[in-house]
Nanobody, 115 residues
Framework: QVQLVESGGGLVQPGGSLRLSCAAS????????MGWYRQAPGKQRELVAA???????NYADSVKGRFTISRDNAKNTVYLQMNSLKPEDTAVYYC?????????WGQGTQVTVSS
């Protein structure tokens, strides 16, 4: 059993910053990749950013240059630093982990960018 606990969401003004965290616990071994997806109302869930155990990263074009993903392998934790936030970044953000070819999801954390 694997649990993903997310934190760091909230309300922020346009141009502001937030940092999301996701800690994996339970039967953890050989995590391949960790990342973040988001889903806005009426839209499909989309990849925001991902990072492999080796440190390779992948970002959605819409967040490149504004968001930075990082991970602490010793703590099984992934972070998403979000800067220069825009109203269109408003969504529920989900932590995602791939371990032994199985996908695990967090419960989601709301990010709202509004003045």
């Amino acid at each position: 059993q694997v649990q993903l606990v997310e934190s760091g969401g909230g309300l922020v003004q346009p141009g502001g910053s937030l940092r999301l965290s996701c800690a994996a616990s339970g039967s953890i071994f050989s995590i391949y990749a960790m990342g973040w997806y988001r889903q806005a109302p009426g839209k499909q869930r989309e990849l925001v950013a991902a990072i492999t155990s080796g440190g390779s990263t992948n970002y959605a074009d819409s967040v490149k240059g504004r968001f930075t993903i990082s991970r602490d392998n010793a703590k099984n934790t992934v972070y998403l630093q979000m800067n220069s936030l825009k109203p269109e970044d408003t969504a529920v953000y989900y932590c995602h982990v791939i371990m032994s070819s199985v996908n695990y999801w967090g419960q989601g954390t709301q990010v709202t960018v509004s003045s």
